[in-house]
């Protein structure tokens, strides 16, 4: 009995001692992960390597020379499109009498200018999105230099709006270098800079207006088209100074060139990049249409298309409308001059032959400084309320001042009217352009603005049969459609669920 106490108690201390062994050596472990000296920690970490993004680098850029010089080269593409579009409000009086044409065929050269812009707009987004935004913009100055040229060898108006449609499709591909410029923009400077670039389409508009005043009344429409496309000449070399998109090149990737390019961008502005490695995930499914209609964007996109139709309806509208009713003197004016009191109606005659006069051209002129006057306007509008309520507001006030053309007034106060309506009109473009370079992520944004600017087209080709035909008929008729529009665009913004004010610009859907 004393025997088994004993061994029974040899075994329980053995047992013991080996507990409080593992024991020890579980606080030794313990104690060592817990008290690792700090040199080697602080060299592990320096062994980890860093990231960023292109989102990083752009803000880490800043803003600085190449800024400056992308903000000039591009403005000037504005200038060209400006100019192909305005053509078409200075042309309309010469070409009538010329080929002895009615209201409606009037209106169509608009419309076929905008069936090439609608019909392209997708397909200059897709490749823009699958391809990259330069060789876009590149080839689309190209095509709508060469097919405007040719406009002016018109034999026929079968030939001139058949060589006007293929413009607008080579004015469809330039309008992605509104994309390729907001992409290499810094968010906090987006809200300053892209409405600024409306200064670039009043010139513009105001250079083929010039061009009208000058070179019609001595050499004809045809030279006057010709002179219009040197600006798109001497912009084919200046863009060669633009690269292409780092975060098109990132979702494609092209690790490798996005890098090139943001370092250029980087000595360009005298800093350096963040640091570490470049790197994001390459998007497989770039320019895939169904993303835009995706729950996560499919209201945003159906009220935007909505929104782009409206834009464009309304300026090509106060555009057309403005040199329709001076071209017919429809105006109600209380002093008005003798040439101005002559009421020009289309059942009144079959061809009217009615050249601006000069006091015409420089109402126009005027009009198109409303582009750019209320620019301070614009930005406080952005930078204070953000995107969605500005376009609210601005379509409101576009809804307004349609109403109030159609009142009795002067010369000097139609053309404050037309100041202010252009003002406006084109303000809620800025903003709409804005919202779409920004709400849809890197992959889509191309198409997204493909398609935003085809619908924006339908508004375009509707619109001349509104100014140009209607008008004839009523200016209060003429002029409702597009306050009505308006209103209904002002209502559906309030239903816009993104607000995209000092949000970075995505890379994936």
Known sequence: MALKRSSSMKTQLVDGIHLEELELEEEINTSSSNNTPAEPAEAKAHTEPKYYTVEDAVETIGFGRFHILLFVIMGSANIVEAMEIMLLAVVSPEIRCEWHLEDWQVALVSTMVFLGFMVFGVLCGYVADKYGRWKVVFGGFIWASYFSLLTSF??????????????????????????????????????????????????????????????????????????????????????????????????????????????????????????????????????????????????????????????????????????????????????????????????????????????????????????????????????????????????????????????????????????????????NFNVVYIYTAEVYPTSVRSIGMGFCTSFSRVGGMIAPFIAQVLMSRSVILALSPFATACVIGAIGVAFMPIETKGRALLQHG
């Open 154 to 427: 018109s034999p026929s108006y079968g030939w001139f709006i058949f060589l006007r449609c293929m413009v607008g499709c080579g004015v469809a591909a330039t309008s992605q270098g509104f994309i390729l410029k907001t992409e290499f923009i810094p968010a906090k400077h987006r809200a300053f800079l892209l409405p600024l670039a409306s200064v670039f389409w009043m010139l513009g508009s105001m250079l083929i207006i010039v061009l009208g005043m000058t070179v019609v009344p001595t050499m004809g429409w045809r030279w006057m088209i010709r002179f219009s496309i040197i600006p798109s000449i001497i912009l084919l070399g200046l863009f060669l100074f633009i690269p292409e998109s780092a975060r098109f090149q990132v979702s494609a990737g092209n690790i490798k060139g996005a890098m090139s390019t943001l370092n250029w961008i980087a000595r360009m502005n005298g800093v350096s990049l963040p640091e570490g490695e470049l790197r994001e995930p390459e998007v497989t499914e770039r320019g895939n249409a169904f993303t835009l209609i995706s729950p996560a964007y499919r209201r945003t996109s159906f009220l935007l298309w909505y929104s782009w139709f409206v834009a464009s309806f309304i300026y090509y509208g106060s555009v057309l409308s403005s040199s329709e009713l001076l071209e017919k003197n429809l105006l109600c004016f209380t002093d008005a001059d003798p040439e101005h009191q002559i009421k020009h109606k289309q059942e009144e005659a079959l061809c009217y032959c009615i050249p601006f006069n000069m006091a015409d051209y420089q109402t126009l002129l005027i009009s198109c400084l409303g582009e750019v006057a209320l620019i301070p306007l614009n930005i406080a509008l952005l930078n204070v309320f953000g995107r969605k309520p500005s376009m609210a507001i601005l379509l409101v006030l576009c809804a307004i001042f349609f109403m109030l053309v159609n009142i009795c007034t002067t010369m000097f106060g139609f053309t404050v009217l037309l100041f202010l309506l252009r003002s406006v009109v084109s303000m």
